[in-house]
């Protein structure tokens, strides 16, 4: 990142690069980020990390240029940003570790649960399909491996499974309105949903196209775009990543009526939390019993639902 323009900095960190990376750019965002895990370390309170903002290291924040080796300042909330996603990271990269067991070279399943992963949970190579609790609740068990599943299909893009009961749920929360999918990856969960008549546009700005392979019914927009484009009465994302900067959009839409959100009981590993509070014209609260047709149940997943208010 040979750069000091704050847009080409905003579009790099668009990129998802790694904590190395992160840590070598962005080295007083680093330093904050270790001390704010040492300080929830000491107080045994890791929930300090999770629920508030990381305090800067000065009030300097700063970016490195990788060229001249000088540093540049960050607005605020963009360093902020930086901070959280480094200790996303941190977390992932723990509990990839502690979870799985392997801490040196590759994370592979055995041919057997191999071979019950992909009958379970898809239809070939990586595509996914919907999954049948009654199958994955008799088999899963069986599966000492589960923990490996994760740490392999989140590089391509996988943050989750759709079981088929959530996919009827969630046509039958859509009906007939015209509905958006932003953020839509493969476009998995859009397909499962016009498989059943629900039509659904599929829309992702192609920043994953490193990792995802993106299909022909991909429109590639921006989430801001689309919206202005197709004026959807309900949206639907699924995994938005955290800190995200378009979910802001969903909010300003007037068409939007409904805006269902498929991510994570943990508030720094999806969605933009701060804009779900400060908005004030949706209700919203967790589905508990959508949240628990999303697998594995060990993600902790969680499906929030908005509901614009009535105006009398």
């Known amino acids: 990142m040979k750069t000091k323009n704050l847009k080409k900095i905003q579009k790099w960190l668009k990129k998802m690069p790694s904590l190395n990376e992160l840590c070598y750019e962005f080295p007083e965002e680093w330093s904050a980020v270790q001390q704010a895990i ?47 996603r480094m200790l996303q990271l941190v977390i992932k990269n723990r509990g990839l570790a502690e979870v799985t067991g392997v801490k040196h070279g590759k994370i592979k399943f055995n041919f057997l649960n191999g071979y ?21 609740r008799f088999i899963w068990p069986m599966v000492w491996q589960k923990n490996f599943l994760m740490p392999l299909v989140e590089p391509k893009g996988i943050y989750c499974f759709y079981s088929r009961k959530l996919i009827d749920e969630l046509a039958g929360i859509i009906g007939a309105q015209s509905c958006l999918e932003i953020a839509a990856g493969d476009g998995t969960l859009s397909r499962f949903l016009n498989n059943l008549g629900v039509k659904v546009a ?27 484009t197709y004026n959807p009465e ?79």
């Open 38 to 84: 040492s300080s929830a370390a000491q107080n045994q309170n890791p929930a300090d990390l999770i629920n508030s903002a990381i305090p800067p290291h000065n009030n300097n924040t700063k970016a490195r240029s990788s060229k001249d080796k000088t540093c540049i300042k960050l607005p605020p909330e963009l360093a902020q940003y930086v901070r959280q």
């Open 116 to 136: 019950i992963v992909q009958k379970l949970l898809f239809s070939h190579d990586l595509e996914r399909k919907p999954v049948s609790l009654f199958w994955f």
């Open 202 to 228: 599929a829309t992702d700005n192609g920043s994953w196209d490193h990792s995802i392979d993106y299909s022909g019914s991909i429109n590639k927009l921006d989430a801001k775009t689309a919206l202005k």
């Open 234 to 312: 309900v949206v639907i994302c699924s995994w938005p990543p955290a800190g995200n900067d378009f979910e802001t959009h969903v909010f300003k839409t007037s068409s939007v009526q409904t805006y269902i959100v498929i991510g994570s009981r943990l508030k720094t590993a999806a969605g933009n939390w701060k804009t779900y509070k400060a908005q004030s014209a949706f209700d919203f609260e967790e589905n508990r019993t959508l949240s628990d047709l999303l697998l594995p149940p060990e993600l902790g997943s969680a499906i929030y639902i908005f509901r614009r208010k009535q105006t009398t």
